[in-house]
Every structure is written in structure tokens, then in C-alpha cells.
């Protein structure tokens, strides 16, 4: 294969891929806000404030002064993303027209755990641990559909260990410190496009009598049964923090500040291409036996992602039975300005732009005390995407403006075990997508695509927490 043509698919499918870690969940971009149920019910209004239990390890450590007794709190929620795509247009940077239409739903489903222990070892200070997800994804394509040069699949993990202490101060103040360790794994797909991939090449240089190009001579760009496959694997792990300050006013009133750090992920892993399985026409029987399925590159490749830093400002009011909140969340999105992958076989680093912006979200709640054992929660948040740009847009989960409606309830089955249940409905505004392909930029074998997006999320939590 010609070398110029072997480099332009090898950078293509990585920068694709390992981009494709910039995608969302059910919070803005690829954040996961599902880190409790309790929470739920109130879109997390006060979530910085409310301090009700152990998963405040997680919303501000400074909360678990409020708890006097261990607490374990077991919380999952179910999450189900629901993609409806409208394919206006896909071609080749050369002009051809890329068939397959939308495909199906690339919404996937998917449980959300999270696990908190606190213990109080004085009465002013306090210990406690978490075990959570922030970040994930889950999308996948159809191999053939219009836009599989810039997404096919998508999945994102990540695991949060976090431990935290607090100390009361006075009767007022609380202040909490965490430290964070976690680890991010990314796996992600697309398909390459030969036809115009050697196209390009033969242009560029004189055509080579075997190998890939010479498998596929004759073919027309954007026809499927030509199309390889481009996949990479990522992952790191590395270390952050967590601080946060509780004031309780008088009245009843509480204000919570919390601050979680960014988190560098300097990830690595493997990377591979593969050759159509087909020619089209037919080609000489041996070389496409030799060839068909087989990889044609593989090797390393690593990224430095920055992953944001957050501000939350919490608001919690108790009149009577009912208690009224309020949460402003900033999240740093711009340390996500570009991704520049970098290449173990030494050639030029291949970049993505983002062009991130930071991002706010506000969120307003209320609980009201039924009896004993009930309590009832309802909650509305407005939470800002960082895309801006429907060039910067990725389909590996297209990202747009969300508003929540949230209900939630809880029971206290004995002085010892609470549940709490919380439903949100998350409505996302049209995200448009408009990907331009220039033989200069980074979309010269992804191809040109225009596509509109509609969507929906659905979470369904549920947790039990034991005082001890």
C-alpha cells in the first residue's frame, strides 16, 4: 500500500476515535449527574447543601458532619437514551454520495451504580468513602449508515474512588477535603472509507500494482462493501480532589459550596484498521484472500485529556414540612479545547478541534414531609451544553441544550433503612450537525455530513441507605 495513503487512513480512524471520547451522557456532554437517587427526585437542587446522606461524600464532604451515625447508601439508576437521527446529506470529500440513511435508534441503555459509606469519629469529625461513575457513554451506529466515517461505535467508562474527611468547626461552619483516583477507558469505532482513501492516495503518488489499493482498483467512493473498519482502545488512570464548606445560617437556612478538581488522563492503548471484506468489482482471488478482513495497521496511540473541574453554590431552606433549593454548577469544559492524538510510530500528532465552552447549569427543587415516613420531592434544571457549533458537533452522541422534570419520593421502612425512588424526564433541544470535508481537514476521510438530531432521556433510580 502506498505509504501516504497507509498514514491518511491510520491518522483518520485514530483522531475519529479517541475524539469520539468528547461525547455525552445524560448531564451535558459525556458527564453522568446520576450519582444518587435521593438527589434524583429534585433535579439535585441543593445537592451541595442538602447533606441528607452518604453520598454527600461525593456533593460536598463538608455534609458529613451532618450525619451522626455510619451510613451506607447502595443507589443505581437506569438510564435509557433515545436518538432519533434525520440524515440530510453525507458525501465524500470528493463529491460522492454516501448511501445508508440514518439506521437505527444509536441510543443505548444502561445501569449507573454508586456506593457511599460515612463514619462519624468524633463528634466533629468525620470519614467516609465513595464509589461512583462521572462520566460515560454508550452509542452505537449501524456499520452502513450515512455517517459511519465519523461514528459507528462509542463506549466510555469511567470509575471514581473517592475518600474524604470533614471537620465541624463551630456550630455554623463545616469544612470537608477529598481525594479522587480514577480510571477512564474508552473503546470507539468508525468506518474507513478506501474508495476515497486510495483515491486520494493514487493521486498523490504513482499507484502501486498490490496491496489494499490495488484490492479495491475500480470501486466507487462511499460504497459500502468497501468500507474497512477503524477501532481504538484507551485508558488511564489519575488522581484529582474534592473540597467543600457547609454553613448552617439560622432559620433553618444552609448554604453549600463544593469544589471537585480537573482530572489530566494522559490515556493509552492499541489502535487497528481493517480491510473490506469484499471487493467490488472482484479482484484477483489471492491477493483478496490474503487481504479481506485482515488488519492493515495496528499500533499504539495515546492522548492527554483534561477532564473539567466544577463549582457548585447550594441553597437549602426547611419551612415547616416543606424545604425549598436551589444549585448553580459551573463545569470548565474549555480544558477540553482540542484532542491531539499522538502516534508510537513517531509521525505528526493528528488533532481534533472542540472548541468547548464552559458551561452552567441550574437546577430548583422541593420536598415535602407527607408523615413519618414519607417524604415527596419534585425538581426542574436547566443544564447548558458546550457545544455550541454544529461544526464541533460529534454524532458519536450529539450534544445540545437539556431541560429536567423530576419527580421522587422517599420511605423510611425503620429508624434504620430509608428508601428513596426518583424519575426524570430529560427533554434535548435539535442539535444540528454539520461536518465540512476539505482535502486540508481533519474530516478528508470522514467525509461531508449533515444531520439533524432529536432526542429524549428517561432515568429511573432507586437506593437504599443503612444507619448503623
Known amino acids: ?130 464509589i461512583n461513575a462521572p462520566f460515560g457513554l454508550k452509542t452505537e451506529y449501524d456499520s452502513t449508515w450515512a455517517g459511519r466515517y465519523h461514528a459507528i461505535e462509542s463506549d466510555i467508562k469511567s470509575v471514581n474512588y473517592n475518600v474524604a474527611g470533614a471537620y465541624k468547626f463551630n456550630d455554623v461552619l463545616s469544612g470537608g477535603v477529598g481525594v479522587n483516583y480514577q480510571h477512564f477507558k474508552a473503546t470507539l469505532s468508525q468506518g474507513i472509507d478506501f474508495a476515497t482513501a486510495c483515491t486520494l492516495g493514487t493521486l498523490a503518488t504513482p499507484p502501486q500494482p498490490t496491496g489494499a489499493c490495488s484490492y479495491g482498483a475500480g470501486f466507487n467512493p462511499g460504497t459500502n462493501p468497501l ?38 488522563q494522559a490515556l493509552s492503548g492499541d489502535s487497528n484498521i481493517t480491510l473490506p471484506v469484499t471487493g467490488n468489482p472482484p479482484v484477483d482471488g ?54 491531539r492524538i499522538k502516534f508510537g510510530s513517531g509521525q505528526s500528532d493528528s488533532v481534533t478541534t472542540l472548541n468547548l465552552q464552559n458551561t452552567y447549569r441550574t437546577s430548583v427543587g422541593a420536598t415535602y414531609k407527607a408523615n413519618d415516613a414519607w417524604t415527596l420531592r419534585a425538581g426542574l434544571a436547566l443544564d447548558q451544553s458546550p457545544v455550541i457549533n454544529a461544526a464541533d458537533r460529534t454524532p458519536r452522541l450529539p450534544d445540545a441544550d437539556r431541560t429536567w422534570y423530576a419527580i421522587g ?53 432507586a437506593q437504599a441507605s443503612w444507619t448503623f
Open 1 to 130: 500500500m502506498k505509504p501516504r495513503t497507509c498514514r491518511l487512513l491510520q491518522r483518520s480512524a485514530l483522531a475519529a476515535a479517541v475524539a469520539g471520547i468528547s461525547a455525552p451522557a445524560s448531564a451535558a456532554f459525556f458527564a453522568l449527574a446520576e450519582q444518587n437517587a435521593s438527589g434524583i427526585g429534585t433535579a439535585f437542587a441543593g445537592g451541595a447543601a442538602i447533606a441528607e446522606d452518604a453520598s454527600t461524600v461525593w456533593y460536598n464532604p463538608a455534609g458529613m458532619t451532618r450525619l451522626t451515625r455510619p451510613q451506607l447508601v447502595v443507589a443505581g439508576s437506569y438510564i435509557d437514551l433515545s436518538i432519533k437521527t434525520n440524515v440530510i446529506s453525507a458525501t465524500s470529500v470528493l463529491g460522492a454520495p454516501i448511501g445508508g440513511g440514518a439506521g437505527k435508534d444509536p441510543g443505548e441503555s444502561g445501569l449507573v451504580p454508586s456506593f457511599y459509606y460515612t463514619h462519624p469519629l468524633t463528634k466533629d469529625f468525620s470519614v467516609g468513602g465513595g
Open 227 to 264: 468500507d474497512g473498519n477503524g477501532k481504538a482502545t484507551a485508558s488511564g488512570n489519575a488522581w484529582g480532589y474534592n473540597l467543600g464548606l457547609l454553613a448552617q445560617l439560622q432559620n433553618d437556612f444552609r448554604v453549600g459550596v463544593a469544589y471537585r478538581s480537573s482530572i489530566k
Open 286 to 339: 489471492t491477493v483478496a484472500a490474503v487481504a479481506a478482513g485482515q488488519k492493515l495497521a495496528s499500533g499504539s496511540a495515546s492522548a492527554d485529556v483534561t477532564l473539567p473541574a466544577s463549582f457548585s453554590v447550594s441553597f437549602y431552606q426547611q419551612i415547616g414540612e416543606w424545604a425549598l433549593m436551589a444549585d448553580v454548577t459551573r463545569t470548565n469544559w474549555s480544558s477540553i479545547p482540542e484532542l
Open 409 to 461: 419520593a422517599g420511605w423510611k421502612a425503620s429508624p434504620s433503612l430509608k428508601f428513596d425512588f426518583g424519575y426524570v424526564y430529560i427533554k434535548v433541544d435539535t442539535a444540528q450537525v454539520r461536518k465540512t470535508a476539505t482535502t486540508t481537514n481533519e474530516n478528508i476521510a470522514r467525509g461531508n455530513l449533515s444531520a439533524d438530531y432529536t432526542g429524549t432521556i428517561q432515568v429511573l433510580s
